[in-house]
């Protein structure tokens, strides 16, 4: 059979994008400290949104928006 | 649960366990109550030295470009990266604190926050919105706890840890407000 040729798939899959990130991981990847962060959200600048118990998230297109506006 | 119950063997560890797994969040959040502390209880002082700058000023200050496109001379830092500056216009004094964030990869914010005619209150509107932050901030950071206790103890009463954390990050608030009330009582600019 044909299938006896073909390379065996064990390449392993590509990272999948997050779609949102915490507050720290935010802080991290602008390189900013979490003050900073907070403030971009009291002022408008970053759109957060909240989980299920309440804490803050922050998509991964705000954080990109954010970098190219600027 | 009563709250006047000696805490359990377990409760102790998992107080532990959130100080040190927000040890980051808890250092930040204290020095910026700190900040907040100090430029409340030294407005006085920091209103009038920038109005002295303002008026004493000519070339000599350093000049920052907003984002905007208007054009501010620097008078004081109260952080590392926010400032009063102030600007001329048909003959007046406009102040505005200023700030100027670098971002990764490369690109930097200079943005005014607040602005006006009288430096007192502009300031006054920043520690305003300093307050509001470190609130946003005490919400998040209690939501953030007590979603890591559901996940670290699933089914057991935490609750104990996470109001005593809660107390003690709103304390620090709290503390920022009245020592900055009792050292802005009775001075004027």
């Keep these: 059979m044909a299938i006896d040729n073909e390379p065996t798939q064990t390449a392993t899959p590509p990272p999948v994008e997050r779609l949102a990130y ?12 979490y003050h900073s962060i907070y403030r971009l959200i009291q002022r408008g600048k970053l759109k957060a949104c909240r989980a299920l118990r309440g ?10 928006k954010l970098v190219k506006s600027e | 649960m009563n709250h ?12 532990v366990e959130v100080k040190t797994a927000f040890a980051e969040h808890l250092n930040q959040f204290n020095a910026s109550c700190d900040a907040v502390r100090d430029i409340e209880g030294n407005q ?3 209103a009038n030295d920038a109005f002295k700058s303002a008026l004493l000023s000519r070339d000599q200050n350093k000049t920052i470009q907003t984002d905007d496109g208007t054009e501010w001379r620097h ?14 216009i048909a003959g007046q004094i406009e102040f505005a604190v200023v700030e100027s964030l670098s971002l990764k ?11 006006g005619d009288n430096v007192r209150e502009v300031l006054q509107g920043f520690i ?18 007590k979603e890591h206790l559901a996940e670290k103890y699933p089914g057991q009463d935490m609750s104990l840890v996470a109001d005593s954390f809660e107390y003690k990050i709103t304390q620090a608030i709290s503390e920022t407000y009245v020592h900055a009330q009792s050292q802005s009582h009775g001075m004027r600019v």
């Design chain 1, 22 to 33: 915490s507050i720290e991981e935010a802080a991290q990847m602008l390189g900013i400290n």
């Design chain 2, 105 to 115: 990869p490369g690109t930097e914010m200079k943005e005014v926050l607040n602005r």
């Design chain 2, 44 to 46: 006085s002082a920091i």
């Design chain 2, 75 to 88: 008078d004081l830092d109260l952080s590392k990266i926010s400032s009063v500056c102030h600007r001329r």
């Design chain 2, 128 to 145: 305003r919105d300093q307050r509001q932050v470190l609130r946003l901030w005490k919400e998040d950071l209690n939501a953030q706890v």
């Design chain 1, 55 to 64: 804490k803050l998230l922050i998509s991964r297109d705000e954080l990109l």
């Design chain 2, 4 to 15: 006047h119950q000696k805490p359990t063997v377990q409760q102790e560890q998992a107080a």
